[in-house]
């Protein structure tokens, strides 16, 4: 094969990997190096939109839960377990996938039009950080909500 002929040979058989509830990590800005899940994808680009590029509706943390002890307090451990989570539009070359999958439900929470508005994205976040939270109190998907 020329190298022509091998470049659209895989581009006609490339599977699509990046799909919702798949964990990956940022590349690049200000979240670089944080874990998010996969919301919604949108792999051939939103015509109708700037976007005319491949991207996904990321929905991760910025900030991770602590380490908790036995000896600390209930508040202390409540305190310790707080996240902070954020809602964005990625580019598909800013990020990078994982093995793992995360299936809490931030289809209802996380929408495309939530980030036109300033209140309805402040509401989002608020509901999102609950669902991550109920998911790392539940003691499920450890890896998720660890530090890389």
């Given at each position: 094969y020329s190298r022509r002929r091998y470049s659209l040979f895989y581009r006609i058989i490339m599977v699509k990997f990046l799909?919702?509830?798949?964990?990956?990590?940022?590349?690049?800005?200000?979240?670089?190096?944080?874990?998010?899940?996969?919301?919604?994808?949108?792999?051939?680009?939103?015509?109708?939109?700037?976007?005319?590029?491949?991207?996904?509706?990321?929905?991760?943390m910025n900030n991770y839960p602590r380490k908790v002890i036995k000896k600390h307090s209930e508040k202390k451990q409540a305190k310790k377990s707080k996240i902070k989570a954020f809602i964005k539009v990625v580019n598909y070359n800013h990020l990078m996938p994982t093995r793992y999958?995360?299936?809490?439900?931030?289809?209802?929470?996380?929408?495309?039009?939530?980030?036109?508005?300033?209140?309805?994205?402040?509401?989002?976040?608020?509901?999102?950080?609950?669902?991550?939270?109920?998911?790392?109190?539940?003691?499920?998907?450890?890896?998720f909500f660890t530090k890389l």
């Open positions: 799909k919702a509830t798949k964990v990956v990590v940022l590349l690049n800005g200000r979240y670089a190096g944080r874990k998010a899940v996969i919301v919604k994808n949108f792999d051939d680009g939103d015509k109708n939109n700037s976007r005319q590029y491949g991207h996904a509706l990321v929905c991760g999958s995360l299936d809490v439900d931030l289809k209802t929470i996380v929408t495309s039009d939530v980030l036109d508005n300033a209140e309805k994205k402040k509401k989002a976040l608020l509901d999102a950080k609950k669902q991550l939270e109920d998911r790392f109190a539940s003691g499920k998907n450890r890896w």
